[in-house]
């Protein structure tokens, strides 16, 4: 996901013109994904620039999280444009500004993982978006090769944000997790053929699209496990009884 920066305006002659958004709608966007996603900054996120101006020709940007001088940790938005004057000149422009009170290390580490995130959104993550992406088309083994390393990417990062929206994992999740898990074991032991893996690949998220199709074994599971765990319940109170 990126978010825009620039916004597409039809014309008359059917061409169309593309203008660049107020830095407030660009700020706005990313206060929603942030929020949308669990990791908005807790005690403050600030616009530092003038909500009318627009969106400035970006040469470099850069987003860290650091100590505070006196309590808190910040999360810094800083961006090296070009000068409205001379093309050649650059200048640096404060974009945003986030704080959280807390100063564990956990808290630096969920702060700078806001910051990689921010930066994605703002600048993308330098790859071929996995809807374009077209596999290799040297032999099965290969693709199959990416096809797994694409899955184990997929789900790294789904485990890094939910991890960095709180400190424990809710217990939903955790059941998706397993069951995405297992799909990603079960295909390193079963490749699957030529032709899903060409399919697969041309989706926004291979895990999600097989995780929907998997999801109703979740309840069924569900029951068994607890079965298992009465039983054995059940055993050790027999066991203490004898």
Known sequence: MRIATERWIPTEDGKGICKKRKVKEVFDDLCE??????????EYFL???D???????????YCFAEWGGSEGIY???????????E?????????????????TTEAFDRMQYIA???????????????RYMRIQKSSLEKE????????????????????????????????ELAVKLMILHTISGNPLPKEEIETL???????????SICKPVLETNRHKIEEKLLFCTREKNRLKSE
């Open 33 to 42: 994904v942030l929020k949308k996603e669990g990791l908005f900054p807790d």
């Open 47 to 49: 616009l530092d620039l």
């Open 51 to 61: 909500p009318e101006q627009l969106w400035p020709e970006v040469h470099t940007i």
């Open 75 to 85: 999360l810094d938005i800083k961006m090296v444009v070009y000068d409205d004057t």
């Open 87 to 103: 093309e050649s000149d650059v200048r640096d422009m404060c974009f945003a500004t986030g704080k959280t009170l807390e100063e």
């Open 116 to 130: 990689g995130y921010i930066y994605r959104l703002l600048t993308g993550d330098g790859q071929i978006h996995s």
């Open 144 to 175: 199959q090769v990416s096809f797994l390393n694409r899955m184990n990417s997929e789900i790294a990062a789904e485990m890094k944000q939910e991890l960095y929206r709180g400190q424990n994992f809710p217990e939903l999740y955790a059941e």
């Open 201 to 211: 690949s041309g989706k926004e998220n291979i895990l999600e699209t097989l995780f």
